[in-house]
C-alpha cells in the first residue's frame, strides 16, 4: 500500500482550514506549518482572479531527504509516509536542502504564540512533543491513521477538496481522481517522486 | 526583526532565502566546511612537500572544523549516529572521513613527531594511509553535500563538488605560504605559481557555476546569481571574495620583487578568507525552489 492524497484546486477556497486544523492537531510552534496555502493574485481589472495551492510534505517515494540524513532519523514508515525520528535526528538540517517542497522546519529554540504571558495550558502540552534542535514536518497524522481516522487537513477540509487513498490500488478514488482529472505532481523534474496529486483549477 | 517575523517574511516570499546553513548559528557550519576543507589541502601539500608543520597545522584546523561543526548541530551530543549512512548521505560520508582523519592523522603525527621526523614503521603507514582516506574524503564530500541540495538550484550543480575541491587545494596552498612566512624561510616560486594556477581554476570553475545558474531555466538559480552579485550579498562578494581574496594578493604578488615572508603570509592569509567569504556568500546565495500556483488546467 503506498498512501497518497489528491488535492481539487478546483474545490479549495483557500480557507485555511487545513493549515489552522494541522495547528490545532500538532500544535506546531509560531511559524511552522506542516500544512499551508500558498495565494496569488493573477490578471489584471476586470478579470484578476486568486490562485491558491495548498502544500504539505509530498511523502516521496525517493525522497531526497531520505537519501541525504545521516542518521536515518528521515525514513519510510508504514505505507510509504515519510516521518521523522525525533530521538535519532542531530539537527544537521541537511534534510531541510534536499527537500524542493520547502515543507521542512527546524525547531532551534521554544516560542509562544503569546510572548512574555508564557504558554498556554493547550501549547505546555504540545510543546512535549516538538523537542528542539531537531527538524519537524508533516506525517500525514500517522496517530490519527493508526485509529481510522483521516489526517486533520482532510478530515477538517470544508471543501471536501482533499481526498487521500492507496495509490497502489487502481479502484481507490485517489487513484481514479488521478486518472480521470489529470492528476499532477508539484516539481516533477526533480525526480521525487511525491505522492501529494493536485487536481487542476 | 526576530525570529518568528524572518519565518513568516520568508513563508510570504516568491523566492524563499535559506537561513539554516549560513546565518545565526548557521554560520559555524560555514566556518566547519572552510576549516575542513583548507585542513585536507594542507595535509595532502604538506605531504607533497614533506612539511611536518604543516601536518599539525591541519591537523589543527581539522579539528576545529570538526568542533565548528558539532557546535552547529541541534543535537550534538548524537553526532555519532551520523555515520550510519554512509550509502546515501554524503554528511554522513563526511562524518566518517573526518573521523578517519583524525584518528589516522593524529597516530601518524605523534609517530612522527616521537620519531623526529621519521615514521617507517608498519603502524606508522597504515596511520598514514587511512589519514590519506580520510583526506580525500574531506576535500571531495562538501561539495556533493551542496550538489546533493535539491531545494537549492543554485547548489544542485555538478560543478561544486570540483570548485570545493579546488578551494581546499588553494587553501591548502594558502596555509604552506603562512606556514613557511611563520618559519622565515623565503617562498619558493614554485608554490607561488601553484597558487597562481589554482587560484585561476578556481575562478575558472566559479564563472562558470555563475554562468550556468544565469543561462540555466531555473529561475530560483538566477534569482541566487543577482543577491550574490547585485543583491543583498554583492558586498560580501565583492569585497571579502574578489578583494580581498583575489585582486589583494594578486596586488601583493605584482608589487613584491622578492616574495618576503611578510608579503607571503599576507598572500596566504587573504587568499584563505577570500576563500570563507566565497563559501559564505555562495551558502547564503542559496534559495529555495519556488512553489509554482498552477494558473490553468493541466493533464498529467
Not at chain 1, 535526528?89 to 541537511?94: F, M, T, W
Not at chain 1, 501549547?123 to 508533516?138: A, L, Q, W
Not at chain 2, 563526511?94 to 617507517?120: D, E, N
Not at chain 2, 538550484?153 to 611563520?182: D, E, M, N, Q
Request: glycine share 10%.
Amino acid at each position: 500500500m503506498r498512501l497518497g492524497m489528491v488535492i481539487d484546486l478546483k474545490r479549495c477556497m483557500a480557507c485555511y482550514g487545513c493549515q489552522m486544523s494541522c495547528k490545532a492537531e500538532h500544535g506546531t510552534p509560531p511559524g511552522v506549518f506542516f500544512a499551508r496555502v500558498l495565494k496569488r493574485e493573477e490578471g489584471h481589472y476586470p478579470t484578476p482572479r486568486m490562485l491558491f495551492l495548498p502544500v504539505l510534505c509530498n511523502h516521496c517515494s525517493d525522497a531526497p531527504c531520505v537519501s541525504a540524513c545521516p542518521t536515518g532519523a528521515s525514513h519510510y514508515a508504514e505505507h510509504g509516509i515519510v516521518d521523522i525520528d525525533k530521538d535519532k535526528c542531530v539537527g544537521c538540517r541537511a534534510c531541510m536542502m534536499a527537500c524542493p517542497y520547502n515543507n521542512r522546519y527546524f525547531h532551534d529554540e521554544r516560542r509562544y504564540y503569546f510572548g512574555e504571558a508564557g504558554p498556554t495550558p493547550y501549547e505546555e502540552i504540545c510543546s512535549d512533543r516538538h523537542p528542539e534542535g531537531v527538524v519537524m514536518k508533516c506525517n500525514f497524522c500517522r496517530h490519527r491513521l493508526a485509529e481510522g481516522k483521516d489526517p486533520a487537513c482532510v478530515a477538517n477540509c470544508a471543501a471536501k477538496a482533499r481526498t487521500i487513498g492507496d495509490l497502489d490500488d487502481p479502484n481507490s478514488t485517489v487513484s481514479r481522481l488521478i486518472k480521470e482529472r489529470g492528476g499532477f505532481t508539484l516539481h516533477p523534474e526533480a525526480g521525487t517522486g511525491p505522492n501529494v496529486y493536485y487536481l487542476a483549477p | 526583526m526576530n525570529r518568528y517575523d524572518q519565518l513568516i517574511a520568508d513563508l510570504r516570499s516568491d523566492y524563499r532565502p535559506q537561513r539554516e546553513w549560513g546565518e545565526g548559528r548557521g554560520v559555524l557550519m560555514v566556518v566547519g566546511h572552510f576549516l575542513v576543507g583548507i585542513a585536507g589541502g594542507t595535509w595532502l601539500m604538506a605531504s607533497i612537500y614533506g612539511v611536518t608543520a604543516g601536518l599539525a597545522v591541519a591537523y589543527v584546523l581539522a579539528a576545529l572544523g570538526a568542533l565548528a561543526h558539532l557546535a552547529f548541530l541541534g543535537r550534538p551530543e548524537r553526532a555519532l549516529g551520523m555515520m550510519r549512512h554512509f550509502r546515501t548521505s554524503w554528511i554522513s560520508r563526511g562524518f566518517v572521513g573526518l573521523a578517519l582523519f583524525l584518528v589516522g592523522g593524529g597516530i601518524y603525527l605523534a609517530i612522527l613527531l616521537v620519531a623526529s621526523g621519521s615514521a617507517t614503521g608498519l603502524v606508522a603507514r597504515t596511520a598514514q594511509a587511512v589519514a590519506a582516506v580520510g583526506t580525500v574524503v574531506i576535500i571531495g564530500y562538501m561539495g556533493f553535500c551542496y550538489t546533493a541540495s535539491k531545494a537549492i538550484p543554485f547548489w544542485h550543480s555538478p560543478l561544486h563538488p570540483a570548485l570545493y575541491i579546488a578551494y581546499a587545494l588553494r587553501g591548502g596552498i594558502a596555509a604552506l605560504l603562512v606556514i613557511g612566512a611563520a618559519a622565515g624561510a623565503a617562498a619558493s616560486d614554485g608554490l607561488l605559481q601553484l597558487w597562481i594556477g589554482v587560484t585561476v581554476v578556481v575562478a575558472l570553475f566559479f564563472a562558470l557555476e555563475i554562468q550556468g545558474a544565469w543561462s540555466g531555466g531555473n529561475v530560483a538559480a538566477r534569482w541566487s546569481v543577482r543577491d550574490l552579485l547585485a543583491g543583498r550579498l554583492a558586498l560580501l562578494f565583492y569585497g571579502g571574495t574578489l578583494a580581498l581574496g583575489l585582486i589583494v594578493p594578486l596586488a601583493l604578488l605584482a608589487a613584491s620583487t622578492a616574495a618576503s615572508p611578510a608579503v607571503m603570509a599576507l598572500i596566504g592569509l587573504a587568499s584563505a578568507a577570500g576563500d570563507f567569504f566565497m563559501k559564505l556568500a555562495t551558502v547564503r546565495a542559496g534559495v529555495y525552489r519556488p512553489l509554482v500556483i498552477p494558473a490553468r488546467r493541466q493533464r498529467a
